[in-house]
């Protein structure tokens, strides 16, 4: 029988590595974009005007939170397409140059925007390595630095997982790099970029651009209370990119097309914000999502907890100032013998939103690629549930979760065991 207990009222939204609802007050900074500041910010007169320096204030505005230039920023329609024109932006620079296709280097467990667009470059004649990650989904660096040749191009590591919430030793992976393409620049070789797809960072994690020490990171807006599609590109001076959509010659030929001002308003007012809440909100979430953890393990037998243990170890990353090994927000455990969808419409039942295995699922029925990754079986790969915590998550929330759900595994498994004639 299913717990009976009557449906939340409020909706129990735990899945904000999908996406996240828009704050009311990046809609209020937006607002004005739409229908009164609509010019063009190309034209000359002055609502045209308001639109170019709206878009000035906020690379400005970016630009402080994650210690770059204006100028390096470039304003894209989403994290997806800032990570192709990193990838495809580098690698058509390299063929310009060298006349020949070259190697790049992520890890197995990246984003399909990247995995994707590797794909598609190898289809192309690139070389493409993808670094196996340890049982928590940590790129290991004796791998990455094995792995490079003489025409490596580009290294794409995510600064932080979706699926599982590991994130990724990106300093110490910069540091040796730069001594690396010292070296390199010695022997007259190509230096090797760093690109860091930072989705899953915005509002935990430090985005210093400085102190990560990369060439190219991915943002995004609709995982941060933000608008959807929108994202940027940060591209630090020098380096070697060329743009994938033509025409108009906005954002420095970089990416063309007339410029969405509300959207790009909106980003910055997100990331202001995200980047304003950081500590205190990280230090709830890492109470509440460790409490959620702790209590599913008393309470569900047979379940195993996808990516790093909490609470977070101190790695011994060495350049890292704070280190949080797993993403605050992030919860992803197999629970096994159960059919992972109809758990996810049971709670639905319930007014809990969840995901299974990779959000992406219902364009990609495969197991997810992340929890393969990680050493585990095909079973444990379909059994993944993923619980993202945010803004609105309460500890009542996560109480009222913890009534409903043990009852749904115990019923679901009861009705999954085979019956004995
Ligand atoms: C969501 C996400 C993307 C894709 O971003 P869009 O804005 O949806 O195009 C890329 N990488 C990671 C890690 C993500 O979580």
Not at 12 to 27: E, G, M
Not at 361 to 382: C, K, Y
Request: aromatic share 6%.
């Amino acid at each position: 029988m299913l717990p009976q207990v009557k449906p939340s009222k409020k909706l129990i939204y735990l899945d904000h590595a999908a996406t996240t609802p828009l704050n009311p007050r990046v809609k209020k900074a937006m607002e004005p974009f739409w229908t009164q500041q609509f010019g063009n910010p190309s034209s000359l007169y002055k609502i045209g005007r308001k639109g170019i320096e709206a878009i000035g204030n906020a690379r400005r505005t970016i630009a402080q939170i994650i210690s770059s230039r204006p100028e390096e920023i470039v304003f894209t329609a989403g994290g997806t397409e800032s990570i192709n024109l990193a990838i495809f932006g580098v690698a058509r620079a390299y063929e310009l140059s060298h006349k020949q296709k070259g190697h790049i280097v992520a890890s197995a467990i990246e984003h399909h925007a990247v995995l994707h667009s590797l794909d598609a470059l190898k289809a192309e004649g690139w070389k493409i390595t993808l670094l196996n990650v340890d049982q928590e989904g940590f790129v290991k660096l004796d791998e990455l630095k094995k792995s490079i040749s003489k025409d490596t191009v580009l290294i794409s590591i995510m600064y932080a997982n979706n699926e599982i919430g590991t994130t990724e030793p990106i300093t110490t992976i910069s540091h040796w790099l730069k001594k690396e393409n010292e070296k390199r620049s010695i022997k007259k070789l190509t230096p090797i970029y760093f690109h860091t797809d930072a989705c899953q960072a915005v509002g935990s994690l430090d985005l210093n651009v400085q102190k990560l020490g990369v060439d190219l990171m991915t943002i995004n807006g609709s995982k941060t209370y933000g608008p959807k599609q929108t994202g940027l590109l940060y591209i630090k001076t020098g380096t070697k990119i060329r743009p994938l959509i033509y025409g108009g010659g906005q954002e420095k030929n970089m990416r063309s097309g007339t410029e969405n001002v509300p959207g790009i308003v909106g980003l910055a007012e997100a990331l202001r914000l995200a980047d304003k809440d950081k500590q205190i909100e990280n230090k709830r979430l890492i109470a509440l999502r460790d409490y959620f953890i702790t209590q599913l393990f008393k309470r569900i037998p047979n379940i195993t907890l996808n990516g790093p243990a909490v609470p977070d170890k101190k790695l011994s990353f060495k350049h890292s100032s704070e280190v949080i090994s797993r993403l605050p927000n992030n919860i992803n455990i197999s629970i096994l013998s159960i059919d992972g969808e109809a758990l996810l419409l049971y709670l639905d039942s319930y007014n809990i939103a969840v995901s299974t295995g990779s959000a992406c699922s219902t364009t990609n029925p495969d197991p997810s690629h992340v929890i393969l990754a990680l050493g585990r079986s095909t079973e444990h790969a379909d059994a993944a549930m993923r619980f993202t915590l945010g803004k609105s998550t309460t500890k009542q929330d996560i109480n009222y979760v913890l009534k409903v759900l043990p009852g749904i595994v115990a019923e679901l498994r009861r009705i999954n065991t085979p019956m004995s004639y």
